[in-house]
């Protein structure tokens, strides 16, 4: 098996008593990569080396523009080994390759923005009463920063997180997903090359207990950015009042699809498809409820069961393939549990529904559509993170934006209309971090996202995020060159 290690202090190392454990090839169910199995002491190293290069090293001292310069050569490196990394990302998560490969280049784009932001980035003079004070606002570097990631598209969301992180003058302390670490161990290795300072950026993995937690507790640690499920943020949120650290959490979504009778239903067909069935589902934006109004329902969800029976499902490795296999087992069985609960209570199935005839190997799962009553299914209610779509019907713009907010999450949604009218007023009213017209699953690093209600709070991505990785200080000069009063006498 291929075999990675810990990142920490500027070099390659193992764990603590080389401790370990198996990842697995979702395409195959086999074991592939031998992964470290970070304990305390691990994370406490790779917090010291931080807290260590932030506090004496060159790094928060050094110019914007140097940093901007190292960040770019993390870019140009990324990107040329994006075939090389995408492979590493596919085999351990089952995303495609034709993604992985594209998202590798994209996510070089990101640190690039990052960059450019670096070098503009301004501070400001606030007014004093009768100009006796000059006064500077500047934005400092908040000191070590824990990441935590996901498995999905793990190298874009880890940028949104250490391009800002680092552009500002932070260290960084990543954590990778115990369900596919692989490839964040291999982008140590492409930044190991670029010539960070040591203890700058460090990269760990391990379970949960023993990596996470004290990781999220550090009392070096200032600031966490974390990715990923509803219930493990909940456990995150208290490990930070032991250090009161900044906390941003960008969490799932049971992102609403309002599709409208005036709508280009080629677009809606091609939006929706990517919305649910790109990346299999897992994605935290994946458009998993459609709400079609009457007059087009029928049409709508002919047409996109038409659509499903084209997917080639298969190899991620393999050009032709559409869609690959769930990450893990775990996450298949839950879905096909919830799938089965809701059937059982109402909900009629339209297509797809089980695992693919001919795939004994591997978390296959076919696309699926589920015709649901109302909004009171589970798999309505619940973010099932794979290939499932909830059809719903509304007759008019006031059901259909009720029917939208009516879910604990609010992370992303879509609306299709030929009235950009009607477009605007929807889409201002649904409460969601996101919200795209006329398309899906579109991406821009210089827009930010992120959630409402149980989807999160704060933002990554756009112009923000670097103030997010500082704290303002404020410098008040006494600009007139006169002695300080009497503290006394009033003036």
Avoid at 293 to 305: C, N
């Amino acid at each position: 098996m291929d075999g990675f290690q810990l990142f920490i202090d500027g070099g390659f190392t193992d764990a603590r008593d080389d401790r370990r454990f198996e990842s697995v090839n979702p395409a195959t169910g086999d074991a592939w990569a031998s992964i470290p199995d970070a304990q305390e002491q691990d994370v406490d190293r790779a917090v010291q080396a931080a807290h260590r290069a932030f506090r004496e090293g060159p790094w928060p001292r050094m110019s914007a523009g140097q940093r901007a310069d190292l960040l770019r050569a993390l870019a140009d490196r990324l990107a040329a080994a994006g075939a090389e990394i995408g492979r590493i990302e596919t085999t351990d998560t089952g995303k495609l390759l034709k993604e992985t490969i594209w998202q590798a280049e994209n996510t070089a784009k990101i640190y690039r923005y990052f960059a450019s932001l670096a070098e503009i980035e301004e501070g400001a003079i606030a007014p004093s009463p009768g100009n006796k004070l000059l006064n500077l606002i500047i934005h400092e570097p908040v000191g070590v920063v824990a990441a935590i990631i996901p498995w999905n598209s793990q190298l874009q969301l880890s940028a949104y997180k250490i391009g800002p992180a680092l552009a500002t003058g932070n260290t960084i302390v990543v954590k990778a997903s115990e369900d596919a670490s692989a490839p964040l161990l291999a982008f140590a290795k492409i930044a190991a090359e670029v010539g960070f300072p040591p203890g700058v950026f460090n990269v760990v993995s391990g379970q949960a207990a023993n990596c996470a937690v004290p990781l999220t507790r550090h009392p070096f640690v200032r600031r966490i950015a974390f990715t990923g499920g509803v219930e493990t943020a909940r456990k995150i949120i208290p490990n930070s009042a032991a250090n009161l650290a900044k906390l941003s959490l960008e969490l799932g979504g049971k992102s609403p699809v309002i599709v409208f009778d005036d709508s280009d239903l080629d677009s809606v067909v091609n939006g929706q498809i990517a919305g649910i069935f790109g990346a299999s589902g897992q994605s935290c934006a994946a458009g998993s409820r459609l709400i079609c109004q009457d007059g087009v329902y029928e049409e709508v969800v002919s047409r996109l069961t038409a659509r499903i029976k084209t997917i080639t499902i298969g190899d991620p490795l393999q050009a032709s393939t559409d869609m690959g296999p769930l990450a893990t087992e775990k996450q298949r069985s839950r879905i096909e549990r919830i799938l089965d609960e809701s059937l059982r209570s109402g909900a009629r199935l339209l297509a797809g529904g089980a695992r693919p005839a001919g795939f004994d190997r591997g978390f296959y799962f076919e696309p699926t559509v589920v015709q649901c009553p109302d909004q009171s299914s589970s798999v309505v209610r619940q973010e099932l993170f794979g290939p499932v779509l909830s059809v719903l019907r509304f007759k008019t713009e006031e059901q259909a934006i009720a029917i939208a907010d009516d879910s604990e999450f609010a992370f992303a949604g879509g609306v299709f209309t030929r009235d950009l009218t009607k477009a605007l007023r929807v889409a201002r009213s649904i409460q969601a971090g996101r919200i795209w017209v006329n398309t899906y699953r579109a991406t821009a690093g210089n827009v930010p996202f992120g959630g409402f209600r149980n989807s999160g709070y704060g933002r990554e991505g756009g112009s923000d995020a670097l103030r997010d990785y500082t704290e303002a200080k404020a410098i008040m000069i006494n600009a007139t060159g006169e002695p300080v009063a009497d503290p006394f006498v009033m003036h």
